[in-house]
């Protein structure tokens, strides 16, 4: 029995310290500010492949090594180098079907 003379019932007290409280918060709006990261290696064409599409950077990066970052809910996807610099920012195309 709790305080508010029931019983509990299925593992939840039958009432509530808060009767209008809604025991299950509705979902947020938007994705959580997630980054994803990976690190990739500029082709010779100085293309940098990025979920099944080639985004251009300079060509004075040819065989380097880049980091790419698309942070979720937004619309662009940054090309940095390993120190952390970026130099591209690109808008991310529909990932292509595997």
């Not at 500010?33 to 060509?59: D, K, M």
């Not at 990066?61 to 920012?89: E, F, K, M, P, Y």
Request: charged content about 10%; aromatic content about 6%.
């Amino acid at each position: 029995m709790l305080g508010c003379g029931q019983p509990v019932r299925a593992g939840r007290p039958a009432c509530s310290p808060w009767p209008n409280a809604n025991p299950w918060p509705l979902s947020p709006t938007t994705p959580f500010p997630a980054t994803i990261t990976a690190e990739r290696i500029v082709s010779a064409q100085a293309l940098v492949a990025w979920r099944g599409n080639f985004y251009s950077v300079p060509p004075e990066l040819t065989r380097a090594t880049v980091v790419v970052a698309q942070r979720l809910g937004t619309q662009h996807l940054d090309i940095a180098t390993v120190s952390g610099i970026v130099i591209a920012r690109r808008h991310p195309h529909p990932a292509a079907p595997a």
